[in-house]
Structure formats: structure tokens, C-alpha cells
């Protein structure tokens, strides 16, 4: 723009020098504005550039680069800008959601939104500049100006009015969002002075130079509008370095660098507006406890006269904002550098020791303490209005109300969801935090069960001394069962009952994840394949020397939870109006001996409204022996039965997916089994399904040796997928049917226990298809084993006879505990489908049920001619222990 005009001879020689000095000086300027503005923006997780300003950016150089400039160098520039702008616009994307909670539709779609506006100004400034430079009859001619060749278009004051009204644009934009947003999250001096004096030499300093100079060719620059308008941004831009200075003296700075705005009326208004998103819950109920605790008391009429009430302004706000800043900092979840997962951990006075939860709540005394007669103390027990409220989630299987009493969190999913575990440093997506799923300023007793146990890391999530804990835990006889309580008692843990199912032969394990989270107003159901630990849940150790997270997630999870509504006055429902899905989790709690412990947690139960559960299925493992006549069955028959209750039996064509951690002494026979309790048909029967049936229908996903090499937490959290080197080298091994699990979050390893089936049943071939999440792996201790009478026996009959699943005098045998959840999908997810004759659902059909953690179809571990590409991750070989121990040794070197 202006590098190929010819000035008259009255126009100094130096003329295209000092311009392209002046523009290369605005152009450096900005230039470093921009990569400023990017790193300022990933620091504070926000964005810095205005949308509609961004977008005006984005165009205006898109176009200049493509239409309107004509030598290499400003090509070059405009380019490298255009560059630059998609980094600010990843940033806007990102992190755009925080900043419009006033307006969520928005932040939902800031994408979409930026790139119709861009798209839009591009095409306003395309009709604009062909307009303004029509070779035929270009608008306001000048001598000397030349483009294409052409003498007479002006491109540079095109230019000219085109960027100053994106500078105004810009400059007005940027006070606004700094006023608005009253924190300086993506901004700093450094960029409002490399933005500020790039423009100014750029744009007012070129075109003043080019004015003063040459003025019959740029007297518009001097004309009214354009003054206007320079002074427009300039005063606007210098007015905006007194506000950055007055909102970063007031501003609260997060752990994760976010900033938020300092003022005592804005921080309520944003623990109020926060109820719609679902990303900041602990910083929304830190905020609102901090405000709840933070109000002066109302004067009392036996207070003394004589002596002055506390209520200085400037001291308040101070103490505020010291109270506001602890409390935030306590609520970001603790995650840290390399962990090493153990499920057989046994409980010791170590393990027992640094209760977090009973730590916490002194350390809350004493901030109460410290700001003394200013603050009124706030109940333990008794969290704010703000404090409790909850965020719904936008899954279609959620359909979440808003009726609640008030000061309680409202009932969130009604119907049941499903979601991913929180997972540190990975962007959040359709997944759930403990802290979400716990509801813990609200919670009064919590049922959890579960394999493996971090105690500290669970009384920083649940205090004691607020809610009632029961604990159904794995240990396998008396003494470590007495041990466990021992170390409790002399720790004074109050409020917590420890329940150890029965635990006679066969059984080895209590395997299954369960929470009941008994609520004023509901009971939240939850089925979790994750254990009680942080890794578990997407959090890691802290680092030593900072006490804060920095490594990522190492594990994944998934979960399902359902919200049942309390009856009203207290009354409770009748056993036999349950629906399936409340009986079997009824007579689970019975058999689990939990009544023995607390019997008003199992009766308890009956108090909630179990009406919008009846397309559920609870499925269940009961440790034991259970004999064919008359008993209630479990494992694999009980996956069959259930889904013949659940009318997704007669099935002609399946495809089955089982995500697993644990891989036992697998054969064709069993997974034979699995599948044909899938189809809805008693397992133990022979059905006459061929071998390569199974075998192309059945695919299963563990991990290989390279997949866990190369995770976030590498070799060291490799434990908790478990596969013996002898059960697959046997020849009896499903290979053909084995996938790599790899996880859609990079380098995080999965603790999942997922089945998907898809597939056509009945005599219409109707499709279906179901989702089975919980705590059991693909291995016969999980699901049961078939022990066969001593005397031959007559067959047992079809489900819609007898219902036997077994030959009689058969037993099933099943030593672990397990439970989870069968979740068909919606109709309406399958009416759509346009499948031929043989074909099933997609593996898309499970959309809007859960989102699929692992890479599918998956990586087999047979190439070409059945040979072997890949090595499963076997924990227990010599090398791999190995690998772990050196880790180990090094972690506790002194350095």
C-alpha cells in the first residue's frame, strides 16, 4: 500500500524511506503485540483480542493479503499476522466459555460465532475494496497513486479508513472487556505498550508524515471524521492503562493462573451467574462460602457503645479478599508429579496417618479466627445457599430439573448419565469431577464402596466431622479386617463405620465401586469403574518443592450416577413396588451383609423415589457358590436375565466392545459365554454359536507394552492394567479378538470396565444397543464359572419357561464382588438409522449415551498371516518390575 506511488518533485527524496521505517516500526511493534497477547492468554487461561475485534483483525488482514497488497514484504507481514491471529483465536475457543457465564450460549459456541464473523467481515471488506478500487472508476483518484499498474486507486486510504476503524473498534472493545471482566486476565503493560505505540507509529505518525508532506493526496487524514477517530482510540487506549492499573491492584490471582475480579459485589455476582457452568465448581463454592462468611455482623443490641464497629471500608475489602484468596487456593484440587498405583494396598498406621479432612477444617477455624470480630462465624455444618448450588449437564440421557428445595442443589440427573473422570491438563469434555459427583456441602452419609483406598485423599474430599461415611471394603480375613479398624480408632476418626462383605471360599475379592450419596432432597446412585484414589479420579501427587499439581493425568475412568428424589414427609416405599433396577441393588446391599452395619442405609434407601429407573438394569457379581434351583442369579446369568427384562433379548446379530483393565486366563469358552449372555440367553447352554462368530464379533481392548511405555505416567502407573504372560501365551488365548486400548486423551492409561453391544434383534430385526459401565473385568472371577454336577443332568429350559440358566445340579461360582449398570440406548437414537438388512449400528449409535474413551475400531495385535506385531503390557514380567523398581530407586535418591 503506497510502496509503488510516484510523489510530485515537491515531495521530499527520503519520502519512501521514512515510510517504510515508520510502517516496519508499527509492524515489529504489533507484531510482538500479537505473541504477547497469546502467551499472556495461555498464562491467565483466558483470551485477550476482543471477538468482534478479533474477527475485524482476522478479515481486514486476510483480505489485504490476498486482494489488496501487491509487493512481497507487506504480503510477508500481513501473512505473518494472519498467523499469529490463530493463535489468539485458539485461546478465544479454549478458554472463552469462563468469560461468557452471563451469556452461555455464547461461550458454547464462541467458535462457530468467531468464524461466522470473520467469514462475514471478509466478505463486507471484499465488496468495500472492490468497490473502492475499481480499475474502470476507482472512488476519489489521486496523481501518483498507482495500483496494478492503474493510476489514480488509492490504496492507502483504503487502508486508512479500513484499519482505523478496526483500531477503534479494537481500542473501544478492549475497555469495555477490561471494565467488564475487572481482572487483567491476557493483558499487561507490556502489551498495551507495544500495541499502543505500534499503532501510533503505524498508523498516526505514517499517515501525519504522508499529510504533512504530500497533503493534496492525504488531506483526509486531517479531515473531521478521521480526527475524530484517531483521538477516538487514543483516548480510549490511554484510559485503559487506568483501569489495568486500578483492576490489577485489586484482582484475585488462582493457583492455575487464572485471575478473577477482586471487588466484594463482583465476586457474588459471579458465584450467582457460575451456576450454569460446569467446569469451576470448586472455585464457585469457594467464592460463595468465602462471601457467606465474609459479611460483618449486624449490630447486636448488647453490643458496647462506646467501642467501634469494625466496618472500615478499605480494612473490610482488604480482609475480604484475603479470606476470598485462601479459600480459592484450598479449593484447587492437589495433583502432582509421578505416581506409583497399588491396588493391594493394606492399611497401616502410615497409611492412616494425615487426615487431610480433619487438617482442613482447622485450617478453616483459623482463617475464621484471624479475621475475627469482622466476619461472623458460618457452621460447619451448615454450608451458604451459594455454596451448594450444582451444575447440570447438557447429555440427553440427563434431562436435569431444576425443582429442589430451597438452599439444596437441584436434582441434576434424573434419568441417569454417564460420564469420563476428570482428567488433569486435558480438555474437558463430557466428564465429572469427584468434588461434582460428591456434592459434599450437601451430603449428610456417604455408602462407598470400593478395591483400593487412599484415606487422606478422601478425607480431603469428604470431612468426618460433616458427613457420616460408611466404607465396604476388601480384606479378606479377621485380622487385617480388625487391623484396618484398629488403625481408624486410634486416629479418632469420627462419623465412619468399616463393613467388609462376606469373604468365605471361593470369594478373593471385593471388587465393586458403589456410592450412595444420601441427600436432604435425594439419593445420588453412583456406579464408577475408578477406585477411592486420586489417580483413579484424573488427579496426581504433588510436586515436593511447589506443593502443587503440574503432571497430567495418568488414568481414566468412567461413571455413571443417578439422582432419585426423596418422597415427600419422610415416607418410604414398599419393596415390592421397586422397579428392577432398585430390587437388584436392594438384595446387593442384603448380601453384602450391610444391614449388620448399618441398617438404616440399607432401609434408607427405600425413602427415595426409584420410579425413573425402570430402564436400568443394576448388574451384579455375589461372591459364592450359587446353586441352579431357586437361586438369584448373578454374574453372567444375571447379565442375561436382565436383558430379557429389559426386552433386549432373541438377538440375531450382535457386536460386542469390553474395555478392560484386568485380562484373566481368557479362552474361546468364555468369552463364548460372555457372548451369548449378551444375546440375552442363559450362558451355560450350548447355543451352536461357530468360533469365528465370536471371534470377528467380539473385540476386547487392553493396552500393549508400547501404549503404556509411552503414557503421560509411563511404566510406573502400569499396575493397574494387569495381564499374566503365561494366560496369553496359551494357545487357548482369544488373540484374534485383542485391540490395543488406547485412550482418546493422550498418554492417559484407562481403568475402564466398559461393555458396548450393538446389534438387531427379534422378528422385525430391530436394531439396539446398550452400554454396560461398572466394576467388572473381562475375566471369570468377575462374571462367574460354570461348575458342572457330578451326575449328568437333563438341560435347563429357555428364559421364558423356566428361567434356568444352569443345568440343574450345576452351580455358579463367582469370587469376586462387582457390580454396575446397563444403560440401553434411546430410541431415538435408533430410529434414524438407515441399516441394510445384515448391517448393525454404528458404533456412532452410542453418541448421545457416553463418550467412548478409547480409540476404536482399536489396533489388533495379529498382522498379516497371524503374526504377532504386538506385546500386551504384562506388570508382573521381570523387565517391567524391573523398569518400575529402577524408577522407584530414583525417585528416592537425594538430589
Not at 289 to 294: D, F, G, R
Not at 693 to 722: D, K, M
Request: a neutral charge; glycine letters at 6%; proline letters at 6%.
Amino acid at each position: 500500500m503506497g510502496s509503488n506511488d510516484i510523489p510530485p518533485p515537491h515531495v521530499p527524496s527520503a519520502y519512501h524511506a521514512t515510510c517504510t521505517v515508520l510502517l516496519a516500526i508499527g509492524g515489529c511493534l504489533w507484531t510482538v503485540t500479537y505473541v504477547l497477547m497469546i502467551r499472556q492468554s495461555l498464562r491467565d487461561r483466558t483470551y485477550s483480542m476482543p471477538l468482534a475485534a478479533l474477527a475485524f483483525n482476522f478479515a481486514w488482514e486476510i483480505m489485504f493479503t490476498i486482494y489488496i497488497s501487491e509487493t512481497s514484504l507487506e504480503k510477508s507481514v500481513f501473512a505473518c499476522w494472519m498467523v499469529l491471529d490463530i493463535g489468539l483465536a485458539y485461546t478465544m475457543v479454549e478458554y472463552g466459555a469462563n468469560e461468557w457465564r452471563h451469556a452461555p450460549v455464547v461461550g458454547r459456541h464462541i467458535g462457530k460465532i468467531l468464524l461466522g464473523s470473520v467469514l462475514w467481515i471478509c466478505w463486507a471488506l471484499w465488496a468495500f475494496s472492490s468497490w473502492w478500487v475499481d480499475l474502470a472508476n476507482p472512488i476519489n483518484p489521486k496523481d501518483g497513486k498507482i495500483f496494478r499498474g492503474v493510476v489514480g486507486p488509492d490504496t492507502t486510504e483504503l487502508g486508512y479508513w479500513t484499519s482505523v476503524v478496526a483500531q477503534v473498534l479494537l481500542s473501544a472493545m478492549l475497555l469495555a472487556q477490561l471494565i467488564v471482566r475487572g481482572h487483567s486476565g491476557g493483558a499487561s503493560y507490556m502489551i498495551w505498550m507495544a500495541r499502543f505505540f505500534g499503532s501510533l507509529s503505524g498508523q498516526v505518525i505514517y499517515y501525519g508524515y504522508c499529510y504533512y508532506v504530500w497533503s493534496e493526496a492525504h488531506g483526509y487524514f486531517m479531515s473531521r471524521f478521521s480526527v475524530c477517530l484517531w483521538m477516538t482510540w487514543i483516548l480510549a487506549d490511554l484510559a485503559y492503562l487506568v483501569v489495568l492499573k486500578k483492576v490489577k491492584g485489586s484482582e484475585i490471582i488462582l493457583k492455575d493462573g487464572r485471575k478473577i475480579r477482586g471487588e466484594t459485589e463482583a465476586l457474588l455476582h459471579a458465584a450467582q451467574m457460575a451456576s450454569s457452568d460446569n467446569d469451576d465448581e470448586e472455585l464457585r463454592q469457594a467464592i460463595a462460602m468465602s462471601l457467606e462468611e465474609s459479611k460483618p455482623p449486624a449490630p447486636s443490641s448488647t453490643s458496647n457503645p462506646s467501642e467501634p464497629m469494625p466496618n472500615s471500608e478499605a480494612s473490610f475489602d482488604e480482609d475480604m479478599r484475603r479470606a476470598i484468596a485462601l479459600s480459592l487456593e484450598e479449593s484447587v484440587p492437589e495433583i502432582n508429579s509421578t505416581p506409583l498405583p497399588n491396588q493391594n494396598s493394606k492399611p497401616t498406621s502410615s497409611v492412616l496417618q494425615g487426615w487431610h479432612g480433619i487438617d482442613r477444617k482447622a485450617m478453616e477455624q483459623e482463617r475464621l479466627a484471624r479475621l475475627g470480630k469482622r466476619k461472623r462465624s458460618v457452621s460447619p455444618g451448615a454450608p451458604s445457599k451459594a455454596a451448594k448450588q450444582e451444575v447440570g449437564s447438557n447429555s440427553t440421557l440427563e434431562n436435569p430439573t431444576e425443582s429442589s428445595a430451597p438452599g439444596h442443589p437441584p436434582i441434576q440427573y434424573p434419568r441417569g448419565v454417564i460420564k469420563r473422570t476428570w482428567a488433569f491438563k486435558h480438555k474437558r469434555t463430557n466428564d465429572i469431577k469427584i468434588e461434582e459427583v460428591l456434592q459434599a456441602p450437601t451430603l449428610n452419609i456417604a455408602v462407598l464402596s470400593a478395591f483400593d483406598w487412599d484415606v487422606d485423599w478422601i478425607f480431603s474430599k469428604l470431612d468426618p466431622v460433616k458427613v457420616k461415611q460408611i466404607w465396604i471394603m476388601n480384606a479378606k480375613g479377621k485380622d487385617l479386617q480388625e487391623q484396618w479398624r484398629r488403625d481408624a480408632a486410634e486416629q479418632s476418626v469420627p462419623n465412619l463405620k468399616m463393613h467388609f462383605p462376606p469373604m468365605a471360599s471361593p470369594i478373593q475379592n471385593m471388587h465393586s465401586k458403589l456410592m450412595l450419596l444420601f441427600h436432604d432432597t435425594h439419593l445420588r446412585i453412583v456406579l464408577p469403574t475408578a477406585n477411592l484414589n486420586k489417580f483413579d479420579w484424573g488427579e496426581t501427587n504433588l510436586n515436593v518443592r511447589t506443593k502443587q499439581m503440574e503432571q497430567a493425568a495418568v488414568m481414566e475412568n468412567s461413571v455413571f450416577l443417578i439422582d432419585l428424589p426423596r418422597f415427600p414427609d419422610g415416607k418410604a416405599g414398599a419393596r415390592e413396588d421397586l422397579t428392577w433396577f432398585g430390587k437388584e441393588l436392594l438384595y446387593y446391599l442384603e448380601a453384602q451383609k450391610l444391614g449388620e452395619t448399618s441398617k438404616n442405609a440399607v432401609e434408607g434407601v427405600l425413602k427415595f423415589d426409584f420410579s425413573q429407573t425402570s430402564h436400568l438394569a443394576f448388574i451384579h457379581s455375589i461372591g459364592g457358590r450359587h446353586a441352579s434351583a431357586g437361586a438369584h442369579w448373578t454374574g453372567l446369568p444375571g447379565l442375561s436375565m436382565s436383558l430379557h427384562r429389559l426386552n433386549l433379548g432373541e438377538v440375531s446379530q450382535i457386536q460386542l466392545d469390553y474395555a478392560t483393565s484386568s485380562v484373566g486366563a481368557l479362552n474361546l469358552e468364555f468369552l463364548k459365554k460372555l457372548y451369548i449372555s449378551a444375546c440375552g440367553l442363559p450362558p451355560f447352554k450350548d447355543h451352536n454359536i461357530p468360533n469365528d462368530s465370536i471371534l470377528s464379533q467380539f473385540r476386547f481392548y487392553f493396552p500393549s507394552q508400547a501404549t503404556v511405555e509411552n503414557s503421560t505416567g509411563g511404566v510406573a502407573c502400569g499396575g493397574t492394567n494387569t495381564l499374566n504372560e503365561n494366560h496369553f501365551s496359551s494357545s487357548a488365548f482369544p488373540v484374534l479378538s485383542m485391540r490395543d486400548y488406547k485412550s482418546t486423551k493422550p498418554g492417559v492409561l484407562s481403568h475402564n470396565k466398559i461393555l458396548l453391544a450393538r446389534g438387531r434383534r427379534g422378528k422385525e430385526n430391530t436394531p439396539f444397543a446398550w452400554a454396560y459401565i461398572g466394576s467388572a473385568n473381562l475375566t471369570e472371577s468377575a462374571w462367574g464359572a460354570q461348575k458342572l454336577a457330578k451326575a449328568q443332568r437333563k438341560e435347563g429350559e429357555e428364559w421364558g419357561n423356566t428361567g434356568m440358566p444352569l443345568q440343574r445340579g450345576d452351580k455358579l461360582e463367582v469370587r469376586n464382588w462387582e457390580c454396575g449398570i446397563l444403560v440401553p440406548v434411546l430410541d431415538d437414537s435408533l430410529e434414524d438409522l438407515k441399516l441394510g438388512p445384515s448391517e448393525v449400528p454404528p458404533i456412532s449409535v452410542f453418541e448421545k449415551t457416553l463418550e467412548i474413551p478409547f480409540q476404536y475400531p482399536g489396533e489388533t495385535y495379529i498382522g498379516e498371516n497371524n503374526s504377532q506385531q504386538k506385546k500386551p503390557w504384562f506388570f508382573r514380567s521381570q523387565g517391567n518390575i524391573a523398569m518400575v523398581n529402577r524408577l522407584e530407586q530414583a525417585r528416592k535418591t537425594p538430589r
